[in-house]
C-alpha cells in the first residue's frame, strides 16, 4: 500500500510544473487597465502555455522600453488565424492590452494591429465573457 501512495505521489509531481506554470489572468492583469502600445516588435516566442512578443515603445520623453506582451497558446492563435510568420522583428504594430497589476512592463495582448492594417485577436483570457458560477 504505501509503495502505491509513494508511485500516485510521484506521478502527481509530474503535472506540478506545467501547472505552476500557467497563471490566472485576473491575478496578474487588470483588465479595466487597458492601455494601447504602438511599438517595433523585438522578439517572438511561439510557446506554452502562452506566446508572448516583445515591442519598444517609445514615451513621449522619447525614452525607449521594452514591452513584454503575453498571448494566448500557440495552439488557440493558430485557430484565430495566427502564424510564427504573421509579423517579424523590425515590423511596427500596435497592441490593445491590459497592464500588470504590478505596474512592470508586461501586459495581457488584447487585438493586435498588424503592419498591413489586420487586427488580429490575440485570445486573451480578458475577452471571455464574466463567469456565473
Avoid at 18 to 37: N, R
Avoid at 48 to 54: K, V
Wanted: hydrophobic content about 40%; charged content about 20%; glycine content about 8%.
Amino acid at each position: 500500500m504505501k509503495a502505491a501512495i509513494r508511485t500516485l505521489v510521484a506521478g502527481l509531481g509530474l503535472f506540478a510544473p506545467p501547472l505552476a506554470a500557467h497563471h490566472s489572468f485576473q491575478a496578474e492583469f487588470d483588465a479595466a487597465k487597458g492601455v494601447t502600445l504602438t511599438g517595433v516588435v523585438t522578439k517572438l516566442e511561439w510557446t506554452n502555455p502562452h506566446a508572448h512578443f516583445y515591442i519598444d515603445v517609445k514615451g513621449p520623453d522619447g525614452k525607449v522600453e521594452n514591452w513584454n506582451l503575453e498571448l494566448a497558446s500557440p495552439n488557440v492563435l493558430r485557430r484565430l488565424g495566427w502564424s510564427r510568420e504573421i509579423f517579424k522583428v523590425g515590423d511596427t504594430v500596435t497592441v490593445f492590452c491590459a497592464r500588470a497589476k504590478d505596474g512592470s512592463n508586461l501586459a495581457s495582448a488584447r487585438t493586435v494591429t498588424l503592419p498591413d492594417g489586420r487586427k488580429m485577436s490575440a485570445g486573451s483570457m480578458a475577452d471571455d465573457p464574466p463567469s456565473t458560477n
